[in-house]
């Protein structure tokens, strides 16, 4: 059968969009846009104890982004100038911008190749005297191995701050993520399986870290604006709060949350069984003890088993396209690990070297060698984030494992090389 790329029928017809939008979106919007406050209004205060109830906290401040409330983790924590935190080397550019927000220093970590989270095993050889907490990832949906960091945090005395920006409802030993470290941090960006367009949530079980917080979140005041203000700046404030009508959208979705990652893992684990004996494919991996929520799907190619010695970029780039022409969505998520970003190798976050040359932190060197697993990572993973999701059912995850199959079979049956020259030759035309 011949492969869409090379002129035969596509496998998926189609691939519905993010988020499914239905009467109860339409009834809280609506809801908000004929209410009087459209700021910090009263469906921002609700959506703060729904989730909070939802994911287990005792607090939780609601922002207008992922990145706001990991900045608001840092002040949170009580990290300031020149505090070294540990962040992995291949996430997001903000899980480590944010510790510049707030001029600490960060200090790269490796990943695991296998669950393309920090790899925890590397987090004490990076340990200085300076160094006062470590921001996990939890990747794709995956949860990092929080007992190791948390016994490694207990026993330097480091601020645990979880990046849960892409894992809602991800579980580590039964415990949701965002519940395990000193507080954390949630994105409900238009990709995120919670998702009001922007947006995000703070979270923490800790009054300190939760007041500290609040005063970053608002002005550097002490008191939201729903409770009686006095205006007064107490610390250095930003604006990170989340507006009512953008909450209204949160809270409808917030009510579909469970289902969808219910779909999540049903259609995983269909793609997964189609897909796991695939030659040269690397499925993803889920540790014991960790519910995967598939918020990203992401394989990798293994070149050496398909007998491919050439530029293994120019590989996975080909057979993404030929999966892209079966009509399955699939691209790459992060081209660049963080210390090879231009703010890390330039340092130039606050201009004049600041805050790397302040006179309380170090002057650490950003050296993208050193993190080679995130390296290989980045040169062989492709992935899909709707595809899995609903409204998108079984049905379409079998179609997209078909899809895949198809490529993996015209590959063997050309010989790689070959194969790889006429997809080059598809891309010309
Ligand atoms: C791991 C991770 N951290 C942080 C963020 C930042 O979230 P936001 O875009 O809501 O600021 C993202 C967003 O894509 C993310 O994927």
């Given at each position: 059968?011949?492969?869409?790329?090379?002129?035969?029928?596509?496998?998926?017809?189609?691939?519905?969009?993010?988020?499914?939008?239905d009467?109860?979106?339409r009834?809280?919007?609506?809801?908000?846009?004929?209410?009087?406050?459209?700021?910090?209004?009263?469906?921002?205060?609700?959506?703060?104890?729904?989730?909070?109830?939802?994911?287990?906290?005792?607090?939780?401040?609601?922002?207008?982004?992922?990145?706001?409330?990991?900045?608001?983790?840092?002040?949170?924590?009580?990290?300031?100038?020149?505090?070294?935190?540990?962040?992995?080397?291949?996430?997001?550019?903000?899980?480590?911008?944010?510790?510049?927000?707030?001029?600490?220093?960060?200090?790269?970590v490796?990943?695991?190749?296998?669950?393309?989270?920090?790899?925890?095993?590397?987090?004490?050889?990076?340990?200085?005297?300076?160094?006062?907490?470590?921001?996990?990832?939890?990747?794709?949906?995956?949860?990092?191995?929080?007992?190791?960091?948390?016994?490694?945090?207990?026993?330097?005395?480091?601020?645990?701050?979880e990046?849960?920006?892409?894992s809602?409802?991800?579980?580590?030993?039964?415990?949701?993520?965002?519940?395990?470290?000193?507080?954390?941090?949630?994105?409900?960006?238009?990709?995120?399986?919670?998702?009001?367009?922007?947006?995000?949530?703070?979270?923490?079980?800790?009054?300190?870290?939760?007041?500290?917080?609040?005063?970053?979140?608002?002005?550097?005041?002490?008191?939201?604006?729903?409770?009686?203000?006095?205006?007064?700046?107490?610390?250095?404030?930003?604006?990170?709060?989340?507006?009512?009508?953008?909450?209204?959208?949160?809270?409808?979705?917030?009510?579909?949350?469970?289902?969808?990652?219910?779909?999540?893992?049903?259609?995983?684990s269909?793609?997964?069984?189609?897909?796991?004996?695939i030659?040269?494919?690397?499925?993803?991996?889920?540790?014991?003890?960790?519910?995967?929520?598939?918020?990203?799907?992401?394989?990798?190619?293994?070149?050496?088993?398909?007998?491919?010695?050439?530029?293994?970029?120019?590989?996975?780039?080909?057979?993404?396209?030929?999966?892209?022409?079966?009509?399955?969505?699939?691209?790459?998520?992060?081209?660049?690990?963080?210390?090879?970003?231009?703010?890390?190798?330039?340092?130039?976050?606050?201009?004049?070297?600041?805050?790397?040359?302040?006179?309380?932190?170090?002057?650490?060197?950003?050296?993208?060698?050193?993190?080679?697993?995130?390296?290989?990572?980045?040169?062989?993973?492709?992935?899909?984030?709707?595809?899995?999701?609903?409204?998108?059912?079984?049905?379409?995850?079998?179609?997209?494992?078909?899809?895949?199959?198809?490529?993996?079979?015209d590959?063997?049956?050309?010989?790689?090389?070959?194969?790889v020259?006429?997809?080059?030759?598809?891309?010309?035309?």
């Open positions: 059968m011949k492969i869409a790329i090379f002129g035969g029928e596509k496998t998926v017809k189609e691939i519905k969009d993010w988020p499914p939008i009467e109860i979106d009834k809280y919007v609506l809801n908000s846009l004929e209410g009087t406050n459209h700021a910090y209004g009263p469906n921002c205060v609700e959506l703060e104890k729904e989730f909070a109830a939802w994911n287990g906290n005792k607090y939780a401040i609601t922002t207008n982004s992922g990145t706001a409330a990991l900045h608001m983790s840092i002040a949170g924590c009580g990290l300031g100038v020149g505090d070294e935190i540990i962040v992995p080397s291949y996430s997001w550019s903000s899980s480590a911008t944010c510790i510049l927000h707030h001029n600490c220093i960060p200090v790269f490796d990943i695991d190749y296998e669950t393309m989270n920090m790899d925890v095993d590397k987090i004490e050889e990076k340990i200085t005297e300076k160094t006062k907490g470590i921001i996990v990832v939890h990747l794709h949906g995956l949860s990092v191995e929080m007992d190791k960091v948390m016994k490694i945090a207990k026993k330097y005395n480091l601020k645990v701050i990046d849960a920006c892409q809602h409802g991800a579980k580590y030993k039964g415990k949701k993520v965002g519940t395990i470290g000193d507080c954390g941090a949630f994105s409900f960006n238009q990709n995120k399986c919670l998702c009001s367009g922007e947006g995000g949530m703070f979270v923490t079980n800790n009054e300190e870290i939760y007041e500290k917080a609040k005063m970053l979140w608002s002005f550097g005041e002490t008191r939201t604006p729903s409770e009686s203000r006095d205006y007064h700046a107490y610390a250095l404030g930003w604006m990170y709060r989340n507006n009512d009508l953008t909450a209204a959208f949160g809270r409808a979705q917030l009510t579909k949350l469970d289902g969808y990652l219910e779909t999540q893992k049903k259609n995983a269909v793609l997964t069984d189609i897909i796991k004996d030659k040269g494919l690397k499925i993803p991996y889920t540790p014991e003890g960790c519910e995967h929520i598939w918020y990203n799907y992401t394989l990798r190619i293994e070149p050496e088993k398909l007998d491919f010695s050439g530029d293994e970029v120019i590989l996975r780039d080909s057979i993404m396209e030929a999966i892209r022409r079966e009509g399955v969505p699939v691209g790459i998520w992060q081209s660049f690990i963080l210390p090879e970003m231009t703010v890390f190798q330039a340092k130039n976050a606050y201009g004049k070297g600041c805050p790397w040359v302040c006179p309380h932190s170090r002057n650490v060197s950003y050296n993208p060698e050193e993190y080679q697993e995130a390296q290989k990572h980045c040169r062989r993973h492709f992935g899909m984030t709707y595809p899995l999701r609903q409204p998108n059912n079984e049905k379409t995850a079998e179609l997209v494992g078909l899809a895949i199959k198809k490529v993996f079979d590959i063997k049956e050309k010989g790689t090389d070959k194969w020259s006429m997809v080059q030759e598809v891309k010309k035309s």
